[in-house]
C-alpha cells in the first residue's frame, strides 16, 4: 500500500500533451516546495512517462521549465510518481520497463490517495 500525501496531481497525457505534463509537475514540484508531501500519479497514456527518460526533450517554453527539469525537483524535494497498474498493461508496458523509484499501484491505492489528499489536481 502506497502512503497517503497532501497534494495529489493526477495526469492522463503523455508525451502528446506536453503542455498538460507540464502543468501537472510544475504544481506538484509547488506543492512540494511548499512542504506539503505530494505525488503524481500516471495515468491512461501518462504511464508512458514511467519509463527512464521518457521526459527527455517535453519543453512547451517559457516561462515554463522543461518537463525533465521539473521531475528532477521534484524528485529531489520528496515528491512521489505512481504508476497505474491497470493502465501501464493496457498500454503494453511491464513493471521491468518503469523507473524503479515509481510505485506501481492498483485503483484501490489511487482511491486512498484522493480520500487521504488535503488538495488534488486533475489534468483530463
Known sequence: MIQTTDFVATVFDGKSNPAKVTVTFTM???AALKGYSATVILM???VELGIPGA???M???KPFEPV???LAKYLEHGGCVAICGACMIHNGFT???MDSRF???AAPDVIDLLMGA???LQIT
Open 95 to 97: 513493471a521491468e520497463q
Open 28 to 30: 506538484a514540484l509547488n
Open 118 to 120: 488535503r488538495g488534488s
Open 68 to 70: 525533465q527539469q521539473l
Open 59 to 61: 519543453d512547451v517554453g
Open 44 to 46: 491512461v497514456e501518462a
Open 103 to 105: 510505485p506501481i499501484i
Open 55 to 57: 521526459t527527455q526533450g
